[in-house]
């Protein structure tokens, strides 16, 4: 099983980016599945989670500005993100909540 993110770049602040995170293995329709993200000398913290029936939760920082979906028949999930500002920046990692399993990261920065 793996996962593969992907999506990240360079943006200005107020722009928009929506990472990708592709399963092999149908673990997306059979796992709670979340996005991490980590930034320059911080740890890394949970910032979206989407549970197998559909219900979310998301970090108080992001909250209204990002959503998370899944797509079970492509087996991937989705972070939408809007309005990023510039401690958006960091390396982002989508996770099989169950399993542990992270993905590699892709790069998010937020230009001011």
């Known amino acids: 099983v793996q996962l593969q993110a992907s999506g990240g770049g360079l943006v200005q602040a107020g722009g928009s980016l929506r990472l990708s995170c592709a399963a092999s293995?149908?673990?997306?329709?059979?796992?709670?599945m979340g996005w991490y993200r980590q930034a320059p000398g911080k740890q890394r913290e949970l910032v979206a989670v989407?549970?197998?029936?559909?219900?979310?939760n998301y970090a108080d920082s992001v909250k209204g500005r990002f959503t998370i979906s899944r797509d079970n028949a492509k087996n991937t999930v989705y972070l939408q993100m809007n309005s990023l500002k510039p401690e958006d920046t960091g390396v982002y990692y989508c996770n099989a909540v169950v399993s542990g399993l992270f993905s590699k990261g892709t790069q998010v920065t937020v230009s001011s």
């Open positions: 989407i549970t197998s029936g559909g219900n979310t």
């Open positions: 293995g149908g673990i997306v329709s059979r796992n709670a």
